[in-house]
C-alpha cells in the first residue's frame, strides 16, 4: 500500500515501462480492479478502513488529527493484524503506520496483532533523517545514500520474509508492505513555513540518488485543473485563487518527483516479492498492490486529496491470486473496507467485529459477477478551520450502469452538523466535475438527487449488514 498515488500517476509510470516488477509480479498474473474507491480519501482514516474494514463513522478514525482522528482513535484490539494472528499466522508490518503514532504514542509502543514491527516513529516524511520502531528498538538513519527511506523498508520486508523461511516448518504470514512514496516530503518547520495554499505546491519529494532525473515530463492538465470557472462550487472553494506561474512550475516538478519516488517502490516490489519466489511460495500467496487514497494536484484548485471527487477517492487495485493465471480486468466496484474482509476469508477466519465491507473472493473468481455493489459512501470530517481543509460532507457514489444504476456522485456539506451545500455531478457527461447540478430543476434531474439523498440517508449510519444491503442492488 502506497500513500497520496493516484490513477494517473501509476499510469504514466506504467506507459513508460518504468515499474517492471509490478507488472511482471502483478499485473501480468493478477486482476484489475478499474472500480476500487477509498471512502474517506486521507491516510489515517484510509489505513484504518483497511484495518477494520470499517466506514469511518463506525472505526471512528475521520482525519488525521486528534480528536477527530489519528491513531489514538483506532481501536487496535480487534484488525485484521489481530485476527490473522490469533489464526497462526505471522504477521509484519514494514513502513507507515497511522498517523500520530510516536507523537502521540510511545515510539517503542507496538499494537497487539503483530509479531514483527519495522515503523517509522520520527520523521516519518523525510526520506531521510527519520527513526524506526524495529521490534521495540529505536534505529534512527541519517542522510546517507544507503538510507533512503523505501530501500531500508525494503530490506527490512525481506528480512521478514527470509528470516520466516528460515523455519523448517513456516506458519503462514502475513506483510502490510506500507512505504511513504509518491507523498511529498513535509520539513521539520513545514507548518510555521507554509505558505498557503501554493505552499502544498512547493513541497516534493526525493527520489532514491539511482532515481534522480528519470523524468522530465510535462504534467497532463486536465480540465479540472487549475479549474477557470468555479461559480457552481460551494463556497469553500470559490475563495481560492487560480495557480500561477510559480504555482504551475512547481506542482510541475512536484509530479516529475512523485513519478521518480516510485521506481524504488517498484525495486521493493522486485525485492520482496522475489523473495518470495526463492522460497518457492509465489504459488501459494495472494499479493494485492494499492494506494490509501488519490491525489488531485490542482485540480479543481485542490493542492491534495481529502475531497469526493474522483481523482482523490479513486485508487488502484490489483489483486494476484495462485489459482488464476494471465491479466484479467473488472468494473465491479470495491471499496478499501473489502479489503479486510477479503484477506480474513483467504486465511479462513472469521473478523472479530461487523464490517461493513464484503469479501470480494467472489469477484475475483468471476469478474463479470451480477447483483454487485452498485452505490457506497464517501465521508470526511475535517480537524480544523485552515484555509487548505475540506469541510465535513457525506456524498454517494452511484456505478455502474451495467448493473442498474446511472453514474451519479451527490456531495453534502455541513457545519455544526447542518446541510449547507451541495454538489451533483453526471460523470457520463461530465467526467471531469466541472459543472455542477445541484441547481438543475428539470424532473430527470430532481428525481436523480432525490434518489441520492435517500441512499446518504440510509449509508450515513449504516453498520454491517445495513450498509450492503443499502449498497446492493
Keep these: 500500500m502506497v500513500d497520496d498515488l493516484e490513477c494517473r500517476i501509476l499510469n504514466i509510470l506504467l506507459e513508460n515501462d518504468a515499474m517492471p516488477n509490478l507488472k511482471r509480479y502483478i499485473i501480468d498474473e493478477g486482476l484489475e ?111 546517507a545514500e544507503e538510507d533512503y527511506q523505501t530501500d531500508t523498508y525494503t530490506d527490512a520486508a525481506v528480512d521478514f520474509v527470509n528470516g520466516h523461511f528460515a523455519s523448517d516448518d513456516p506458519d503462514p504470514f502475513f506483510l502490510w508492505a506500507v512505504p511513504l512514496p509518491p507523498h511529498v516530503e513535509f520539513p521539520e518547520d513545514w507548518s510555521e513555513t507554509l505558505h498557503g495554499l501554493s505552499g502544498w505546491y512547493e513541497l516534493s519529494i526525493r527520489p532514491a540518488p539511482r532515481h534522480l532525473g528519470s523524468f522530465d515530463l510535462p504534467m497532463p492538465h486536465d480540465p479540472s485543473f487549475n479549474e477557470e470557472d468555479m461559480s457552481d462550487k460551494p463556497g469553500w472553494l470559490n475563495f481560492r485563487p487560480k495557480l500561477d506561474a510559480q504555482d504551475l512550475a512547481n506542482v510541475e516538478r512536484q509530479f516529475n518527483a512523485m513519478l521518480a519516488s516510485m521506481l524504488a517502490v ?139 444504476e446511472d453514474n451519479l456522485a451527490f456531495f453534502q456539506y455541513y457545519y455544526q452538523g447542518e446541510p449547507i451545500s451541495e454538489e451533483f455531478y453526471d460523470l457520463d457527461t461530465d467526467r471531469y466535475q466541472i459543472d455542477s447540478l445541484h441547481a438543475d430543476t428539470s424532473p430527470n434531474r430532481v428525481h436523480q438527487r432525490t434518489k441520492l439523498k435517500t441512499y446518504l440517508e440510509q449509508l450515513a449510519n449504516c453498520r454491517g449488514l445495513e450498509c450492503q444491503i443499502a449498497e446492493f442492488p
Excluded at 266 to 294: C, P
Aim: glycine content about 8%; hydrophobic content about 40%.
Design 33 to 143: 480492479f478499474t472500480d476500487s474507491f477509498v471512502s474517506d480519501p486521507l491516510c489515517c482514516p484510509s489505513r484504518a478502513t483497511f484495518l477494520t474494514g470499517q466506514y469511518s463513522h463506525n472505526n471512528n478514525v475521520w482525519n488525521n488529527n486528534a480528536p477527530l482522528g489519528s491513531v489514538v482513535n483506532l481501536d487496535e484490539s480487534s484488525t485484521v493484524a489481530t485476527w490473522l494472528q490469533a489464526a497462526g499466522y505471522r504477521t509484519a508490518i514494514v513502513g507507515k503506520y497511522l498517523n500520530g503514532y510516536g507523537d502521540l504514542t510511545e515510539r517503542t509502543y507496538i499494537p497487539p496483532g503483530w509479531d514483527f514491527w519495522f515503523v517509522t516513529a520520527a520523521g516519518v516524511y523525510q526520506m531521510y533523517g527519520y527513526t524506526v520502531n524495529a521490534n521495540g528498538t529505536l534505529v534512527t538513519y541519517g542522510d
Design 266 to 404: 517498484d525495486d521493493m516490489i522486485g525485492a520482496v516479492v522475489g523473495a518470495v519466489e526463492e522460497h518457492g511460495a509465489l504459488d501459494s500467496t495472494v499479493i494485492m498492490f494499492t494506494s490509501d487514497n488519490g491525489y488531485l494536484q490542482g485540480r479543481h484548485l485542490i493542492p491534495g486529496k481529502t475531497a469526493a471527487y474522483e481523482e482523490s477517492i479513486r485508487v488502484p487495485l490489483y489483486i494476484r491470486v495462485p489459482w488464476e493465471e494471465g491479466v484479467r480486468v473488472t468494473d465491479r466496484v470495491v471499496l478499501n473496507n473489502d479489503l479486510a474482509p477479503t484477506i480474513a476469508a483467504l486465511a479462513g477466519v472469521p473478523p472479530a467485529h461487523l464490517v461493513d465491507g464484503v469479501s470480494i473472493l467472489p469477484v475475483i473468481d468471476d469478474p463479470e459477477i451480477e447483483n454487485w455493489r452498485t452505490r457506497f459512501l464517501i465521508e470526511h470530517k475535517s480537524s480544523s478551520n485552515l484555509p487548505w481543509e475540506v469541510p465535513d460532507y457525506a456524498a454517494v457514489r452511484t456505478l455502474p450502469k451495467t448493473l442498474g
